[in-house]
């Protein structure tokens, strides 16, 4: 072999060797990366855990009500609530199959919640092109205590994220490759979904669709995606009406949402779900390093929209129309389409703070946004170590106990707190289809007696209104019983004026708390009976009957 042949052959085999070193490095870090999300994930599902258990609170029973009756009549309830159909069928679908446990209605969150932890940071490591701060906002995903709550609820919340999560990856995809229409038509696929799973979608979904619009004018590509985001339009309008007995229940009850507190700072919106918080602190690090005039080494981005906007946009235009008095009031859950916006949008910035040639920026940002994960989220990690409780209200326990001490012929006060109940109607036979709905606590799988009781229901008033007939079969009863979801300051006072209006007598009353949840047993002194000597009913949810004669 001559002398050029064999460095030939050397060459290329430390070649050869060098491009398989690569390709191991590379696999052994994508293997990193993969061991993390999976750590990232049981962490995700330790911290749920912990709160399955814990008894349904009132939104909750409404799940437990539509998921325990008739499938025909699905729609009607799950409308009733201002909810569409379709989660309220996989529900349905489990409680067929395994029968009804608070614990089984909570698990589709807890799949959803963790299913868009890992898709987030496919997202933002594909799109966004950074590993560690797929890791961060992956973190976020999980441990943030917004985000457990709505993973461990019965509600449809957890799936609008996950939906929201894929939607920006269509996006993403289709903006990038100028209009494909695999990603077009994923992301019009993924927006229909949100909102079909809930309606507060579609306040992202206008948004999102005037912001692409108006960053498109005048560019080569706006006839293109103009179509697209049409289309999208017409796709959403058209798929509404499915479900549109749930619109015109929200419709007809707009009035009531304005006894809500309106937002009095655009913080408050802005922070909604803490994403205010973990934007300023990565936005601290990209302004000190701005101030200090470092330079980006990489400058090149693949086109992506810009989420920041998609995040404020929706936000900000919420914050203004409650203001004008224009839309009542916007609650967090309200914000949870928004969500992969502000994630994406923080990772964007990361991204920029750690192009810069000096390397503090980039260690501050991730520890800032660390810490403030931290100091927000510590006091409930730890409460939920503890005791395992967190939404305080005890209606198993409650009901359980309610049960064993009622009899059938005692009047039984219901007062929810439900917002439907600000007008309530004076009686049964005006509202004979509401009335279930409106008694719903008492009518899931928790209480199996109390569904047929003499149930009459208070509105949210200190003060309720009672009709003459109400008011002398009240004093007819020798015990009644009051359940009743409220402070406790609220309470005494519900307990007080009930009790006056009763001819003013004097009635013996004993409350038994379970959280936020109440038992009062009213009764005349003739009658009275101490319950003392009771042991507590046993509790897995950690709210322990306490009583309390009188207030």
Same mark, same amino acid.
């Given at each position: 072999?001559?002398?050029?042949?064999?460095?030939?052959?050397?060459a290329?085999?430390?070649?050869?060797?060098?491009?398989?070193?690569?390709?191991?490095?590379?696999?052994?870090?994508?293997?990193?990366?993969?061991?993390?999300?999976?750590?990232?994930?049981?962490?995700g599902?330790?911290?749920?855990?912990?709160?399955?258990?814990?008894?349904?609170?009132?939104?909750?029973?409404?799940t437990?009500?539509?998921?325990?009756?008739?499938?025909?009549?699905?729609?009607?309830?799950?409308?009733?609530?201002?909810?569409?159909?379709?989660?309220?069928?996989?529900?349905?679908?489990?409680?067929?199959?395994?029968?009804?446990?608070?614990?089984?209605?909570?698990?589709?969150?807890?799949?959803?919640?963790?299913?868009?932890?890992?898709?987030?940071?496919?997202?933002?490591?594909?799109?966004?092109?950074?590993?560690?701060?797929?890791?961060?906002?992956?973190?976020?995903?999980v441990?943030?205590?917004?985000?457990?709550?709505?993973?461990?609820?019965?509600?449809?919340?957890?799936?609008?994220?996950l939906?929201?999560?894929?939607?920006?990856?269509?996006?993403?995809?289709?903006?990038?490759?100028?209009?494909?229409?695999?990603?077009?038509?994923?992301?019009?696929?993924?927006? +229909?979904?949100? *909102?079909? /799973?809930? %309606?507060?979608?579609?306040?992202?979904? =206008?948004?999102? &669709? @005037?912001? #692409?619009? !108006?960053v498109?004018?005048?560019?080569?590509?706006?006839?293109?995606?103009?179509?697209?985001?049409?289309?999208?339009?017409?796709?959403?309008?058209?798929?509404?009406?499915?479900?549109?007995?749930?619109?015109?229940?929200?419709?007809?009850?707009?009035?009531?949402w304005?006894?809500?507190?309106?937002?009095?700072?655009?913080?408050?919106? +802005?922070?909604? *779900?803490? /994403?205010? %918080?973990?934007?300023?602190?990565?936005? =601290?690090?990209? &302004? @000190?390093? #701005?101030? !200090?005039?470092?330079?980006?080494?990489?400058?090149?981005?693949?086109?992506?929209?810009?989420?920041?906007?998609?995040?404020?946009?929706?936000v900000?235009?919420?914050?203004?129309?409650?203001?004008?008095h224009?839309?009542?009031?916007?609650?967090?859950?309200?914000?949870?389409?928004v969500?992969?916006?502000?994630?994406?949008?923080?990772?964007?910035?990361? *991204?920029?703070?750690?192009?810069?040639?000096?390397?503090?920026?980039?260690?501050?940002? @991730?520890?800032?946004?660390?810490?403030?994960?931290?100091?927000?989220?510590?006091?409930?990690?730890?409460?939920?170590?503890?005791?395992?409780?967190?939404?305080?209200?005890?209606?198993?326990?409650?009901?359980?106990f309610?049960?064993?001490?009622?009899?059938?012929?005692?009047?039984?006060?219901?007062?929810?707190?439900?917002l439907?109940?600000?007008?309530?109607?004076?009686?049964?036979?005006?509202?004979?289809?509401?009335?279930?709905?409106?008694?719903?606590?008492?009518?899931?799988?928790?209480?199996?007696r109390?569904?047929?009781a003499?149930?009459?229901?208070?509105?949210?008033?200190?003060?309720?209104?009672?009709?003459?007939?109400?008011?002398?079969?009240?004093?007819?009863?020798d015990?009644?019983?009051?359940?009743?979801?409220?402070?406790?300051?609220?309470?005494?006072?519900?307990?007080?004026?009930?009790?006056?209006?009763?001819?003013?007598?004097?009635?013996?009353?004993?409350?038994?708390?379970?959280?936020?949840?109440?038992?009062?047993?009213?009764?005349?002194?003739?009658?009275?009976?101490?319950?003392?000597?009771?042991?507590?009913?046993?509790?897995?949810?950690?709210?322990?009957?306490?009583?309390?004669?009188?207030?």
């Amino acid at each position: 072999m001559t002398t050029e042949g064999w460095r030939f052959e050397e060459a290329s085999r430390g070649s050869l060797f060098r491009g398989a070193a690569t390709v191991t490095s590379l696999s052994e870090n994508s293997r990193r990366r993969w061991l993390a999300v999976f750590g990232l994930a049981l962490l995700g599902l330790m911290l749920r855990l912990t709160a399955l258990s814990e008894s349904l609170w009132i939104d909750e029973l409404h799940t437990a009500w539509v998921a325990g009756g008739p499938w025909d009549e699905l729609p009607q309830r799950a409308a009733l609530g201002n909810q569409t159909p379709w989660f309220f069928a996989i529900e349905w679908l489990l409680v067929q199959l395994f029968g009804p446990h608070d614990w089984l209605l909570r698990c589709p969150s807890v799949a959803f919640s963790l299913a868009a932890a890992v898709s987030v940071f496919c997202l933002v490591e594909k799109r966004v092109g950074s590993s560690r701060w797929a890791l961060l906002v992956t973190g976020i995903s999980v441990a943030d205590s917004h985000m457990i709550f709505f993973g461990t609820e019965a509600r449809p919340y957890a799936a609008v994220l996950l939906m929201a999560v894929w939607h920006a990856g269509a996006l993403v995809g289709w903006w990038s490759k100028s209009g494909s229409w695999k990603a077009g038509l994923a992301w019009i696929v993924t927006g +229909v979904a949100m *909102l079909q /799973l809930h %309606w507060s979608a579609a306040w992202y979904l =206008v948004w999102e &669709a @005037a912001c #692409l619009l !108006a960053v498109s004018l005048g560019k080569p590509e706006f006839p293109q995606r103009s179509r697209w985001i049409v289309l999208e339009i017409v796709a959403i309008t058209a798929t509404s009406f499915v479900s549109f007995d749930s619109l015109a229940w929200i419709a007809r009850r707009w009035d009531q949402w304005a006894v809500l507190e309106r937002p009095s700072s655009i913080w408050q919106l +802005v922070d909604a *779900l803490h /994403l205010g %918080w973990y934007l300023g602190a990565v936005a =601290v690090a990209w &302004a @000190a390093a #701005l101030a !200090a005039r470092f330079r980006a080494l990489d400058t090149r981005a693949a086109p992506s929209p810009n989420f920041l906007c998609l995040w404020l946009v929706p936000v900000v235009a919420a914050w203004a129309l409650a203001q004008l008095h224009v839309i009542p009031v916007f609650l967090p859950r309200y914000f949870i389409a928004v969500v992969p916006a502000a994630w994406l949008a923080l990772a964007q910035l990361g *991204l920029q703070v750690d192009r810069l040639d000096v390397r503090w920026p980039a260690r501050l940002s @991730a520890a800032g946004l660390l810490g403030v994960l931290v100091f927000l989220n510590l006091p409930l990690w730890v409460h939920l170590a503890r005791q395992g409780v967190w939404r305080n209200e005890g209606w198993r326990e409650a009901l359980a106990f309610l049960e064993k001490q009622y009899r059938p012929d005692e009047p039984l006060l219901l007062r929810s707190g439900l917002l439907e109940a600000e007008q309530l109607p004076d009686v049964p036979s005006s509202n004979p289809g509401l009335w279930p709905y409106w008694s719903y606590p008492l009518r899931t799988f928790y209480s199996s007696r109390l569904s047929s009781a003499q149930i009459f229901l208070l509105d949210n008033s200190p003060q309720p209104k009672l009709d003459r007939a109400v008011r002398e079969r009240l004093q007819r009863a020798d015990r009644l019983w009051l359940l009743a979801r409220s402070e406790p300051e609220f309470l005494e006072r519900l307990t007080a004026w009930l009790t006056a209006e009763l001819d003013g007598q004097s009635w013996s009353v004993t409350a038994f708390h379970f959280g936020r949840v109440h038992v009062v047993r009213i009764q005349k002194p003739v009658e009275a009976v101490t319950l003392r000597g009771r042991e507590p009913l046993p509790s897995s949810g950690g709210n322990v009957p306490t009583e309390q004669p009188g207030f």
